[in-house]
């Protein structure tokens, strides 16, 4: 090597140091922002979730979402375009004179429905605070993505449930004694929050077997 690419590796060298500090420094901030917004969503998901369900109980108004099997109005295709085919599928509506049963069936599907998006946002913020300590395959991270794998899957199953429920009473109810009513007798189904927890159960588990591993190459050190 020449005395003029030696000189020239030694100028560079320190611009790409402090190109290291910057994206290094930008990765930092971009994580502080998530922690933040993490640490936010979830306060508003306790608190908007907390006052929504005391909100219904004390005014008696459920809000539902409901099956719907009708087909569109008139007035959806009035103008130069056509609908070939076309059906409601649900509905939302706000609903009184419930049942009690409904209504606790309903309230118990909006609390699991708040802590599963809790749980998600909170694992959120604790990974972002452990990758600023540096340090995220610890014990501790691997028992909260457990604990939040575990409650999405439970908190999933109790949300699906309780409210498929609440929707096919609550039908039953505005049905009336008919015997073909406008509301059919069902609930909606999303599997998302089912999903998410079994995603967070294997990563738990990975987090599990790089803490061990981190572990046992501190050891040989």
């Given at each position: 090597m020449s005395d003029t690419d030696?000189?020239?590796?030694?100028?560079?060298?320190?611009s790409a140091?402090?190109?290291g500090r910057v994206s290094t420094a930008t990765a930092r901030y971009i994580v502080w922002v998530f922690l933040a917004i993490s640490v936010i969503v979830c306060l508003l998901t306790l608190g908007f979730g907390t006052a929504e369900v005391v909100g219904e109980l004390a005014s008696g108004r459920t809000q539902l979402t409901l099956v719907a099997d009708s087909p569109l109005p008139t007035l959806a295709n009035s103008g130069s375009a056509t609908i070939v085919g076309g059906e409601f599928s649900t509905a939302a509506v706000t609903l009184s004179g419930l049942s009690a049963a409904?209504?606790?069936?309903?309230?118990?599907?909006?609390?699991?429905?708040?802590?599963?998006q809790a749980a998600l946002t909170a694992v959120v913020a604790l990974l972002a605070w452990r990758v600023l300590r540096g340090g995220v395959f610890r014990r501790s991270v691997s028992f909260?993505?457990?604990?939040a794998g575990v409650i999405l899957l439970v908190g999933g199953m109790l949300s699906q449930g309780a409210g498929s429920l609440a929707s096919g009473t609550a039908a039953a109810q505005l049905n009336g004694s008919t015997d073909t009513g406008f509301w059919p007798l069902a609930g909606a189904f999303d599997p998302s929050s089912l999903v998410t927890g079994i995603v967070l159960l294997l990563v738990s588990l990975a987090f599990g077997y790089g803490e061990r591993l981190q572990r046992e190459t501190e050891g040989l050190v």
């Open positions: 030696a000189l020239r590796d030694r100028m560079s060298a320190p140091q402090g190109a409904t209504v606790v069936l309903s309230a118990i599907a909006s609390i699991a429905q708040v802590l599963t909260a993505l457990s604990l």
